[in-house]
C-alpha cells in the first residue's frame, strides 16, 4: 500500500473508524485484529454503512473496489499516524509512567489550553491502536499535543515513541504494575526510560520531579541521563508549592497564593506541581495556571467524590496496582472526618507469578491501619487468610450491601477496572 496516497484520502476525508457500531459513513475504516476479535469479519458490513475505503489484511471472497488489501491493517494505521506526525509541525508532550498518567495529562492540557489550542490523547487511547488514532485526530487547528503512553511490556514505549514522536516528555512515577507483562520491576523501569532515551537522541526535553527518589536515582546513575542538558527540574518544594489540606479536598499555596480545588487525594499534588512545571516552562501565565485549579474536580471513576442519600463516597475505581492502592489508602486514612471510613477495595490484575504476594502484602498493611470497617473484593483477596469481609465478586457485595447497608460513612472504593466496583455505589 502507498502511505503518500493513503494520506492524500485521509487529507479529503478527514475521517478513520475502527468500530462498525459507530457512525462510519465517509471514513477509512481499519479491520484490525485483536485476541477475541478480527475486523476483517466486519469488512462488509463497513461497505454497507458508507465508509469510503476499507483497510483489510485478509482476502475477501468479493472482490471490491473500496477494498485495499495490506500486510497488516495495524501497521497501516501505525504508518498513516507516522506520516500525519511528520507534517505536523507543533510541540508534542509525552506523558508515561505508573500511576496519574490520565490525570497529569488532564491538568497539563487544563494549563496549556489557556495559551494554546491543545489537543490531547483521547479517553486512554494510549496504546498501539489508541496512539495512532490520537495522532490522527489532531488537525490544522491545533497548536499542541499531549499524548499519554501506556506500557504492558518491555518496548512498548519505544515503540510509541517511534509512532507519536514526541519533542518534550516526562515519567510521572515507576511502580508495580502490569507484571505479568513485563515480568520485572527492573524492565518496567527499562521500559518507561525508553522515553528519556527517545528524547535525549532527538534533542527533546526531559521534565523531571527533583523530588522523586526513585525517578531521580534512576536518572543520576546513567552518566547518558544525568549529563542532559535539557533537562528542567521540577517538585513540590522546588516550585514553592505548600499544601495546606486534604480533607478530603486539596488546598494548597503556590506563589503566596491560596487555591482551593475539587480534587481529592494528597497523592494527586504530584499531578499537580508537574503542570504547573510545564506551564510555566511554556509561559502560560501564573494567574491563568491559578484559576485551571479552581474548583477543579475529576470524574470518570477517578478520584471523584460522590455524596449518595446514605455516605459520602470517594470513587477510585479505574485501575489499581501496588503502588496506587498504598496511595489512594494512605490519603484516605489522613483524611480529617468525624463520620467512620470504609475501605472497599478489589483485587489488582495483571500481576503476574507476583500476584498473590502482592495481595498479602497489602492485607498485611491494612491490618496495621485504624479503620472502622474494611473489606475485600475479588478471587484473589479471597485467597487470603484474614478477618477482613470478603467478597469473590462486586455482584455479590452488591447483594450483601442490600440487606446489611452502610450509613453514614466515608468509603473510599479503590480496584482494577475489570471488578467493576462502582457498580456498587448505587447500594450505598
Known sequence: MNIDLL??????????????????????????KGPNYNGNQFAHEALKKGAEIIIIDEKQQKNKEKFILVDSALKCLQNLAKKHREKLKIPVLAITGTNGKTSTKNLIFDV??????????????????????????????????????????LGDIAELCEIGKPNYGLITNVGKAHLEGFKTVQNIIKTK???WKYLIQNNGVIFLNME??????????KKTFSTYKKTISYGIKHNKLKLLSASPFLEFTWKEKLIKTKIIGD??????????????????????????????????NRSELIKTKKNKVILDAYNANPSSMEFSIKSFINIESKMP??????????????SQ????????????????????????????????????????????????????????????????????????
Open 7 to 32: 494520506y492524500s484520502k485521509f487529507l479529503t476525508l478527514n475521517k478513520i473508524s475502527t468500530d462498525t457500531r459507530k457512525d462510519i459513513k465517509g471514513s477509512i475504516f481499519f479491520c484490525l
Open 112 to 153: 496549556l489550553n489557556k495559551k494554546f489550542k491543545v489537543k490531547k490523547t483521547i479517553g486512554n487511547l494510549n496504546n498501539h491502536i489508541g496512539l495512532p488514532l490520537s495522532i490522527l485526530s489532531i488537525n490544522k487547528s491545533h497548536d499542541f499535543a499531549v499524548l499519554e503512553f501506556g506500557a504492558s511490556k
Open 193 to 195: 526510560t525508553e522515553l
Open 212 to 221: 522523586d527518589d526513585f525517578l531521580l536515582k534512576t536518572f543520576s546513575k
Open 267 to 300: 497523592y494527586n499534588l504530584n499531578n499537580i506541581i508537574t503542570s504547573i512545571a510545564v506551564g510555566e516552562y511554556f509561559k502560560v501565565n501564573q494567574k491563568s495556571i491559578q484559576n485551571t485549579f479552581q474548583n477543579n474536580s475529576f470524574n470518570n
Open 341 to 354: 471510613k470504609t475501605l472497599i477495595i478489589g483485587d489488582m490484575l495483571e500481576l503476574g507469578e507476583s
Open 357 to 428: 504476594n502482592l495481595h498479602q502484602e497489602l492485607v498485611e498493611f491494612l491490618k496495621k491501619q485504624k479503620l472502622k470497617t474494611c473489606i475485600l473484593v475479588g478471587e484473589i483477596f479471597n485467597q487470603i487468610n484474614c478477618d477482613f469481609l470478603k467478597f469473590k465478586t462486586t455482584k455479590s457485595l452488591e447483594d450483601f450491601l442490600k440487606t446489611n447497608p452502610i450509613e453514614k460513612n466515608l468509603i473510599l472504593i479503590k480496584g482494577s477496572r475489570s471488578l467493576k466496583l462502582e457498580n456498587i455505589k448505587k447500594n450505598l
